[in-house]
T-cell receptor
Framework: EAQVTQNPRYLITVTGKKLTVTCSQN?????MSWYRQDPGLGLRQIYY???????DKGDVPEGYKVSRKEKRNFPLILESPSPNQTSLYFC??????????????FGQGTRLTVV | KQEVTQIPAALSVPEGENLVLNCSFT??????LQWFRQDPGKGLTSLLL?????REQTSGRLNASLDKSSGRSTLYIAASQPGDSATYLC???????????FGKGTMLLVSP
């Protein structure tokens, strides 16, 4: 089954404690990205990756890091989480953005609370 | 910068009604437009994908249309059911942008 898998689904952490949210896709997609969703602001892109070892900032990258060492995995790293990073996070993947058949697939989300 | 607007922000209808959700975008140079469904606190489920060269797509009781030149798309839901209650999101993939641009969604409530 084609899917994007995020872990964990729920996470409560304290300010400053480094954490990683994992994302894995089994569709051999080149393009992967991270979004955060906040009430009234909708979905905003944090980082994206067009292929292995190729990453770039989205609209709201401050406070986040990513890496793309393998095609299937795209972890999101919060080196020093702060309460304003409390949000619902989504990982997505799709074939290369330059093609026409770029249907995006989303993970189930990670609800992060930073206290 | 691409901007996507969805109207209305919320909609409440009785079961059985046909309804239309609207999506507009500012830059017509798009690759495709995708409609998603999101249940509260859950992930996004892709409903329909319309390529820029297409006018509409259908899946069951759902029909999505695209008018690229005017920057509009509609999602038509026939014979609505309580199980259709969710937030519906419209997103465009645009030439020159490496991201999907989302609208803020329409929250739909279908009452029995």
């Amino acid at each position: 089954e084609a899917q994007v898998t995020q872990n964990p689904r729920y996470l409560i952490t304290v300010t400053g404690k480094k954490l990683t949210v994992t994302c894995s896709q089994n569709m051999n997609h080149e393009y992967m990205s991270w979004y955060r969703q906040d009430p009234g602001l909708g979905l905003r892109q944090i980082y994206y990756s067009m292929n292995v070892e190729v990453t770039d900032k989205g609209d709201v990258p401050e406070g986040y890091k990513v890496s793309r060492k393998e095609k299937r995995n795209f972890p999101l790293i919060l080196e020093s989480p702060s309460p304003n990073q409390t949000s619902l996070y989504f990982c997505a993947s799709s074939p290369w953005a330059g093609t026409k058949n770029t249907e995006a697939f989303f993970g189930q989300g990670t609800r992060l609370t930073v206290v | 910068k691409q901007e996507v607007t969805q109207i209305p922000a919320a909609l409440s209808v009785p079961e059985g009604e046909n309804l239309v959700l609207n999506c507009s975008f500012t830059d017509s140079a798009i690759y495709n437009l995708q409609w998603f469904r999101q249940d509260p606190g859950k992930g996004l489920t892709s409903l329909l994908l319309i390529q820029s060269s297409q006018r509409e797509q259908t899946s069951g009781r759902l029909n999505a249309s695209l008018d690229k030149s005017s920057g509009r798309s509609t999602l038509y839901i026939a014979a609505s059911q309580p199980g259709d209650s969710a937030t519906y999101l419209c997103a465009v993939s645009s030439s020159g942008y490496s991201t999907l641009t989302f609208g803020k969604g329409t929250m739909l409530l279908v009452s029995p």
